[in-house]
T-cell receptor, first 110, second 112 residues
């Protein structure tokens, strides 16, 4: 059974204080690892897909990396508008089903 | 840019009532999904449809049925609602790996 664990559950940062969110996974045959952002009362919004260990992708202040056991979402100099819940998910089958972690709630104080 | 449209956005049901959640996508995606999201539990897959004409159970299918009406529409039915089905329901669609899901804005369902 695929398992995805995200840590910490919640993270509070000061504006400009860089940090990382962790997603560890136990799967058989990873086809892709996905990061989503979810704002309160809204559906998740796609951020990145990573496919193989060593891969990195960036978007504005966010950078996602992947190893054989975990992925990190690095947030550089965060702003209050980066406050959201960040979800990690893995795909291992042919049907593109995703198994999600429970999410990390990030709060960035001005 | 409609993407994935879910209706209704909010619903209150009494125990034992039935209802259908509607989902439509305009991106010509083959695959569609229904998830529920509960505090502390994350997103859990209820049912999915890999292509028009096919449906399969996910992690938590009990108490639900689905219909893939055509390529655009995928509905979720609660035949006899229970308080344990109080949740936020999300529909999503995808072209498949390597593409991510596009989610709808959700339906917040309360069963009393």
């Amino acid at each position: 059974e695929d398992q995805v664990t995200q840590s910490p559950e919640a993270l509070r940062l000061q504006e400009g204080e860089s940090s990382s969110l962790n997603c560890s996974y136990t799967v058989s045959g990873l086809r892709g690892l996905f990061w989503y952002r979810q704002d309160p009362g809204k559906g998740p919004e796609f951020l990145f897909t990573l496919y193989s260990a060593g891969e990195e992708k960036e978007k504005e202040r966010l950078k996602a990396t992947l190893t054989k056991k975990e992925s990190f979402l690095h947030i550089t100099a965060p702003k209050p508008e980066d406050s959201a819940t960040y979800l990690c998910a893995v795909s291992t089958g042919a049907n593109s089903k995703l198994t999600f972690g429970k999410g990390i709630t990030l709060s960035v104080r001005p | 840019n409609a993407g994935v449209t879910q209706t209704p956005k909010f619903q209150v049901l009494k125990t034992g009532q039935s209802m259908t959640l509607q989902c439509a996508q305009d991106m010509n995606h083959n695959s569609m999904y229904w998830y529920r999201q509960d505090p502390g539990m994350g997103l859990r897959l209820i049912y999915y449809s890999a292509s028009e004409g096919t449906t399969d159970k996910g992690e938590v299918p009990n108490g639900y049925n689905v219909s893939r009406l055509n390529k655009r529409e995928f509905s979720l039915r609660l035949e006899s609602a229970a308080p344990s089905q109080t949740s936020v329901y999300f529909c999503a669609s995808s072209e498949g790996v390597p593409y991510g899901y596009t989610f709808g804005s959700g339906t917040r369902l309360t069963v009393v």
